[in-house]
Antibody, heavy 121, light 106 residues
Framework: EVQLLESGGGLVQPGGSLRLSCAAS????????MSWVRQAPGKGLEWVSA????????YYADSVKGRFTISRDNSKSTLYLQMNSLRAEDTAVYYC??????????????WGKGTTVTVSS | SYELTQPPSVSVSPGQTASITCSGD??????ACWYQQKPGQSPVLVIY???KRPSGIPERFSGSNSGNTATLTISGTQAMDEADYYC?????????FGGGTKLTVL
């Protein structure tokens, strides 16, 4: 069974840092692009970042560019999101999602259950 | 950044057909997909590559994409279809989501 399990969320002060992880199983991780998508309380889905199966190509939303870094360890089938300089508006449930191909994400066919990040003093 | 526009809400009576639109510049030249999200749950892919249904998605869900508009159609809408629906496309190395449409079945 294909599964994605996020972890690493929590409460952090403004300006602080947090690293999210997404453990994948049930598919050949290195063959698929992966993405982070967030959802603020009561709001819609917002794409955050993605990277290619090799990790060699990375993509970011303007709202997080320069503050967040996506990476992956294909030997551990794990996706990461390093979040620095966190702001109150980064408060959201963060989902990990599997893309349909190696380099681009026309659609995301598997989603994790999400991990909650709260930025507050 | 690429913008996708959806109506905030759509209402439909049980058994009728619901249509949810998603508009974007030359969207018909890209692949559109649709996700369903119920309260407290993760999104679920219901349509991909404009018209295709993933395994396990009922046949009453269908999609189209032409010109500047993609459309999700739910035929014979059931109470269990009440949810938020999001369109998504890939453009210029970024993922774009629509703002979401709340489908109410009443």
């Amino acid at each position: 069974e294909v599964q994605l399990l996020e972890s690493g969320g929590g409460l952090v002060q403004p300006g602080g840092s947090l690293r999210l992880s997404c453990a994948a199983s049930g598919f050949t991780f290195s063959s698929y692009a992966m993405s982070w998508v967030r959802q603020a309380p009561g709001k819609g889905l917002e794409w955050v970042s993605a990277n290619s199966g090799s990790g060699g190509s990375t993509y970011y939303a303007d709202s997080v560019k320069g503050r967040f870094t996506i990476s992956r360890d294909n030997s551990k089938s794990t996706l990461y999101l390093q979040m620095n300089s966190l702001r109150a508006e980064d408060t959201a449930v963060y989902y990990c999602a599997k893309g349909q191909g190696t380099t681009v994400i026309y659609y995301m066919d598997v989603w994790g259950k999400g991990t909650t990040v709260t930025v507050s003093s | 950044s690429y913008e996708l526009t959806q109506p905030p809400s759509v209402s439909v009576s049980p058994g009728q057909t619901a249509s949810i639109t998603c508009s974007g510049d030359k969207l018909g030249d890209k692949y559109a997909c649709w996700y369903q999200q119920k309260p407290g749950q993760s999104p679920v892919l219901v349509i991909y590559q404009d018209t295709k249904r993933p395994s396990g998605i009922p046949e009453r869900f269908s999609g189209s994409n032409s010109g500047n508009t993609a459309t999700l159609t739910i035929s014979g809408t059931q109470a269990m279809d009440e949810a938020d629906y999001y369109c998504q496309a890939w453009d210029s190395s970024t993922v774009a989501f629509g703002g979401g449409t709340k489908l109410t079945v009443l």
